[in-house]
């Protein structure tokens, strides 16, 4: 069996105007299935761009992106949207709610999005609202909620599809330790239990404690501990 | 201060198209509201320019009637008012044809001594030979005509005149103003009066006195004075104020009805721009406010920004106004008069009043978003504390709804000077109600559409129905349309109404043609009958403008009629009881529109004052009829003779089994002696009809741009909710929305917003036409309004074209999204 995300020579660089600036150089990174891993690095490093590279949201200047066997680098804008919500969950630091729609619509849209009929969901939405913690809160729109209730409604709706893959650009960066901390542990018993692979950008020694595996980032290499 | 104002100067380059659209909008407003206030002075100067052809300058006239002893009078009479007047001209006027490559040309041959020519009507020569002395058989011609025709100064004409043919000298050619315009019916010429006085047996007598006034104000008291004098002949004013009002009030009613609809529009685009030039601006506002500048400071640097808006637009609006004003009379100016220059008439003050305007509504509309803004405290600004306002306002709707009551159960008895006013604030009501109602009937319709468009647009068009609710862009569209499309809704049912009407009007004729002669009697029946393909004739009395004493206002038009033939020559909806009744004594059929504007019942009495004094006449019954805009009544031919004096037919319908033309031609032939007048039914309805599409070419055109003016704005709208989705967008992306569908779902949303403000365009365009008759009883008369479904249809239709168009550059856009660079930033 392949690795579930595996990057080969992966480099990235920006260009504004005249100046090239090389972010990430010639990165390998394997990861096996149920994984939970940390990318931590400073401000800076590449860390986002490498996340959002292995999700597909942005194009490498070289090397390759494989997700389960597949190079996405090859892959049209339908394909890779149907990666992006049936095999990735993106989690981010700033929660990214549509905020016109309430809580359960936020969590279905990957759903609406596959074409899939709603009521087929029901159950599961159910039990995803009971995980995060948020069942008495289906109807409230974002604004109505906490930072902390805004990141598990996201990561709800990261989980609504059953992805193989989450990937969470500093999920709690924008949260108090305590917040953060119950973050953490939901991102864990999602790991443990339903063995899903995590892949997490953070800059807390306490957030990365729950992963199994941190890879740092510097100077656009891999430097794993 | 000064940074504050360098800030916003940048904030305004920065968003070229909403400054284009705030500009635009206010421009158009002001340059209409120009083009409607000149309008009226241009289209009154064009009217009398056009008059002049055959009044002059001349304030008063004097001629003979079908009742006075001979056709000329002498002028001896006049002269002892000379004190009070400037000149008085004397003229002698007739007629003549002239076979022409075998063309019949018809002459209008006036005669005048030169001196009191240029005193009653200036023209200026282009040429001249041998014109002095103005003596024998000379004429002067203007040097169009001239040229068109291929006469020369120096050519003899051979003018039938009376039925004998006599040589004129071309001795001058005229510029074609004044006395020789072109009228579009006859060839008019000069020629010395003392020569027409020989021919036509009337030595130092002449046919017509002109009369020009030193003081306008002194007109009714020498009209009676000279009424005494004269009091065997006519002496009326040349122009009457009234006459020229109503031709004038006709065109500016519907004019300054489109100009409110653009000024309705602009006004709501400048206030939802400011309301997001406000939100934009707070940050900005707060960081200044922190630093010490002062809310009014703020406020005031806001303010200053609306006027600016509104003095650039004002200016431009101006110039615009202008070149409007000169596409309009362009437009509407009858077809004889395309060869003079189109002048246009405005005062100062006219352009000072427009370009008021224009600041006036910059800064009216904009107010109420700054004022919001100022109330606002710095510390809700810098902490973006401040409550999002999502509050819905429940008595929103609930106005609209009121208002929108008083509009369709308006009551239904309001009195006839009342018409015009309240008929214009049921307007602005049932507008105004609906953009009130707009949040709550989206909302029902996305509920609707939400259930169906599963099945139409699949996943998307839930999202699409979902994303609609609620969104300010979207509502802001729905209500530029609506009030865009139930305007040109109202305005192209309404001209489309006329329209029709006018066709039924001549539809109702039983006859061909129709003809004015002088001393129509038996006896010219008799000779019409004798001509071929004469088959019936119907002579008619009518007597114009009578008062009606008692209820303080005129019957424009009296027919007085033969109950035998005259239904028969004219289907008006009148039972043949009625109209054998209205022999049976003083007894008056008025049209509904009569009934409504006078207030009166059947068996109310009427007392008229005739030539013959104060008579009454009983109502008997109503009609409908569009004749004379419905200003018309019926009495019987023997009580119209009695009362008025009058001895001779004014009309006289023909029936005619042969083509009409060529019959209408062999009667002209035929009664030349008799300065017939002879119009076949076709022909008057063509131009007729051709007057109506000149117009409503001019209104289409107004209603055009309201449409440009709302295409514009709906762009700008969604270019600025984009904008604000734009994280949104991207969110989506991330979570696996694909372009297609990002496309997709942009297209639903402009479909369905684009439908749902056809559809609130049509319901509000359906009051509008409910309401607009009343408007139309008071400016025109009574049209019946012709509801057409395809025209509601295809303005829904408009309204989709219009928003799926205008999001092609979103949905654009929203493909070629980073979608890294719209998520990661905050
Ligand atoms: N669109 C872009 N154009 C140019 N440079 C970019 C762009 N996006 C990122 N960069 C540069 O790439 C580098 C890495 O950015 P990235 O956001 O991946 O850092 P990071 O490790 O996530 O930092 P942080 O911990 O602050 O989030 C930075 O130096 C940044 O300036
Ligand atoms: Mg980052």
Not at chain 1, 171 to 183: E, R, S, V, Y
Not at chain 2, 223 to 241: C, F, G, H, N, P
Not at chain 2, 640 to 669: C, E, H, Q, W
């Amino acid at each position: 069996m392949p690795p579930i995300i595996e990057t080969v020579q992966l480099g990235k660089i920006f260009k504004l105007g005249e100046v090239e600036v090389e972010v990430l150089n010639s990165i390998e990174l394997t990861i096996e299935e149920g994984e939970f891993i940390s990318i931590m690095g400073p401000s800076g490093s590449g860390k986002s761009t490498l996340l959002y590279l292995i999700g597909g949201l942005d194009k490498p200047t070289s090397g390759q992106v494989w997700i389960k066997g597949r190079n996405i680098a090859v892959m049209r804008d339908k394909e890779i949207s149907i990666l992006r919500r049936r095999t990735l969950g993106f989690v981010f630091q700033f929660y990214n709610l549509i905020p016109n729609l309430n809580v359960e619509d936020n969590i279905m849209l990957p759903v609406l999005l596959d074409g899939k009929r709603l009521k087929t969901y029901r159950r599961k939405l159910d039990a995803i609202l009971e995980t995060v913690g948020l069942a008495d809160r289906r109807r409230h729109t974002p604004r109505e909620l906490s930072g902390g209730q805004q990141q598990r409604v996201a990561i709800a709706r990261a989980l609504i599809n059953e992805p193989d893959i989450i990937l969470a650009d500093e999920p709690i960066g924008n949260l108090d330790t305590k917040t953060g901390m119950g973050i953490m542990e939901l991102l864990q018993r999602i790991n443990c239990e339903q063995g899903k692979t995590i892949v997490q950008v953070t800059h807390s020694q306490e957030a990365a404690a729950y992963s199994q595996r941190i890879i740092n980032l510097r100077d656009g290499k891999v430097w794993e501990q | 201060m000064r940074i504050i104002i360098k800030f916003i100067l940048k904030n305004v380059w920065d968003k070229k198209l909403r400054t284009l659209l705030i500009l635009v909008s206010v421009m158009l407003s002001s340059a209409l509201y120009f083009a409607t206030e000149a309008l009226s002075d241009t289209a009154a100067d064009m009217f009398l320019e056009r008059m002049r052809v055959y009044y002059g300058t001349a304030d008063l006239m004097i001629y003979p009637t079908q009742n006075s002893p001979s056709s000329f009078f002498s002028r001896n009479r006049a002269e002892q008012f000379m004190d009070d007047l400037e000149y008085i001209a004397g003229s002698i006027e007739t007629s003549a044809s002239l076979t022409h490559h075998g063309e019949t040309l018809l002459f209008g041959v006036k005669g005048f001594t030169l001196p009191e020519l240029e005193k009653w009507n200036p023209f200026f020569l282009a040429g001249e030979d041998h014109l002095l002395p103005f003596r024998g058989k000379k004429l002067i011609i203007s040097k169009e005509t001239a040229a068109e025709h291929g006469f020369k100064l120096g050519d003899y004409l051979e003018l039938d005149l009376l039925g004998t043919k006599r040589k004129f000298y071309i001795a001058a050619l005229a510029e074609p103003v004044g006395p020789f315009q072109d009228d579009g019916m006859n060839i008019n010429v000069v020629v010395p009066i003392d020569t027409l006085a020989t021919i036509l047996n009337a030595r130092g007598r002449v046919g017509t006195l002109y009369l020009k006034l030193k003081d306008p104000t002194y007109k009714g008291e020498l009209m009676q004075k000279l009424s005494t004098a004269y009091s065997r002949y006519q002496v009326a004013e040349t122009i009457t104020d009234q006459q020229l009002k109503e031709y004038t009030q006709s065109l500016t009613t519907t004019f300054q009805m489109m100009g409110t609809v653009v000024l309705f529009m602009a006004v709501y685009i400048i206030y939802t721009s400011f309301k997001v030039i406000t939100r934009e601006r707070l940050p900005m506002i707060g960081t200044f406010r922190s630093i010490g500048a002062t809310r009014k400071m703020t406020s005031l640097v806001l303010i200053t920004e609306s006027i600016t808006y509104g003095v650039i637009g004002g200016l431009f609006g101006c110039g615009l106004g202008l070149f409007l004003l000169y596409l309009i009379i362009l437009q509407i100016r009858p077809a004889f008069f395309a060869t003079t220059a189109v002048t246009l008439r405005y005062s100062p003050e006219q352009l000072g009043q427009a370009f008021l305007l224009a600041v006036l509504i910059a800064l009216v509309s904009s107010l109420l978003p700054i004022l919001k803004i100022a109330k606002i405290p710095v510390k809700e600004i810098i902490f973006n504390t401040m409550s999002k306002p999502i509050r819905r306002k429940r008595w929103q709707p609930a106005i609209g709804l009121i208002l929108i009551a008083c509009a369709v159960f308006l009551p239904p008895n309001i009195p006839f000077q009342l018409l015009l006013p309240v008929g214009m604030l049921l307007i602005f009501a049932s507008i105004i109600g609906f953009i009130l109602l707009i949040p709550s009937l989206t909302n029902l319709f996305l509920t609707v559409f939400a259930r169906v468009y599963h099945y139409i647009f699949g996943n998307e068009g839930i999202l699409a129905a979902k994303n609609l609710r609620g969104n300010k862009g979207i509502l802001n569209n729905i209500s530029l349309l609506a009030i865009g499309i139930s305007s040109l809704l109202m305005i192209n049912t309404l001209s489309s109404s006329v329209a029709t009407e006018v066709t039924n009007f001549y539809r109702n004729c039983n006859f061909q043609i129709w003809l004015w002669a002088w001393q129509a009697d038996r006896n010219l029946e008799a000779i019409l009958h004798k001509i071929k393909g004469v088959e019936a004739t119907c002579g008619i009395y009518a007597a114009n403008y009578l008062e009606i004493t008692n209820h303080n206002d005129r019957i424009n038009l009296v027919h007085g009629v033969n109950k035998y033939k005259y239904l028969d020559f004219w289907e008006l909806d009148i039972d043949p009881v009625l109209m054998a009744e209205l022999d049976t004594g003083r007894k008056i059929l008025l049209t509904n529109n009569l009934r409504e504007r006078m207030q009166v019942q059947k068996g109310d009495i009427l007392t008229m004052k005739m030539a013959r004094g104060e008579r009454t006449y009983q109502i008997i019954g109503f009609f409908d009829s569009l004749m004379w805009n419905g200003n018309f009544a019926l009495i019987a031919e023997k009580y119209m003779k009695m009362d008025m004096g009058r001895p001779y037919y004014d009309d006289l319908f023909i029936k005619t089994n042969l083509d009409p033309d060529s019959v209408s031609a062999t009667i002209k032939k035929r009664l030349e002696r008799r300065y017939p007048s002879v119009s076949t039914v076709a022909d008057l309805e063509a131009s007729n009809r051709q007057a109506n599409a000149s117009m409503f070419n001019v209104m289409q055109g107004f209603s055009l741009l309201a449409l440009v003016i709302g295409i514009f704005g709906v762009f700008n709208n969604l270019i600025i909710s984009f904008l604000e989705r734009q994280r949104s967008l991207a969110v989506l992306r991330s979570i696996g929305m694909s372009k297609y569908q990002a496309v997709k779902m942009f297209f639903v949303e402009a479909l369905t917003g684009g439908l749902i403000g056809g559809i609130i365009g049509a319901l509000c365009g359906y009051l509008l036409i409910l309401i607009s008759p009343m408007i139309l009883m008071a400016v025109a008369g009574k049209i019946p309004l012709h509801h057409s479904l395809s025209l509601y249809l295809s303005s829904i239709l408009a309204g989709i074209f219009i928003t799926v168009t205008a999001s092609a550059s979103p949905a654009m856009k929203s493909s070629k999204l980073d979608i890294v660079t719209a998520i990661k930033y905050e």
